[in-house]
């Protein structure tokens, strides 16, 4: 069977209906439960882990992560569509990859000219939102 969100195959048994559609596991808990970039208790969590671990800037994050921290570093502020583009994510993927940057206060997001950009963390500039 096929998720009809991501056209993944589902082992039987373990497919989820939603709404009238046959999802995996994945893509239902992403329906119910998107990524949030901007929620106060995540970044506090990922902090306290980070120091917990001894981590700072990019220990820890996934290869994704780092790539898209030193891009953003390097060529930001970038519009989430100049992600997206660099490194052929989806939406959902750079949400979720976002999410942890924030979290992890690496990277923000911030308007400009009516336009969101992404740039890296720093304290006092300006304001930050999230992504959406």
Known sequence: ????????????????????????????VELLEPPRSCDVAAVYS????????????????TELQKDIYNY??????VTHDQIMKQFNLSRLQLDKNFAILRHCELLRGFRENGQVLVTIWTQGGPGEMNMG
Not at 46 to 61: F, I, M, N, P, S
């Open 1 to 28: 069977m096929l998720c009809q969100k991501c056209n993944c195959e589902i082992p039987v048994g373990e497919e989820v209906k939603h709404r009238g559609q046959t999802l995996c596991e994945d893509c239902y």
């Open 46 to 61: 990922a902090k306290a882990a980070r120091k917990a671990a001894g981590q700072e800037g990019t220990d820890g994050l």
């Open 72 to 77: 953003v570093k390097t060529e930001g502020p």
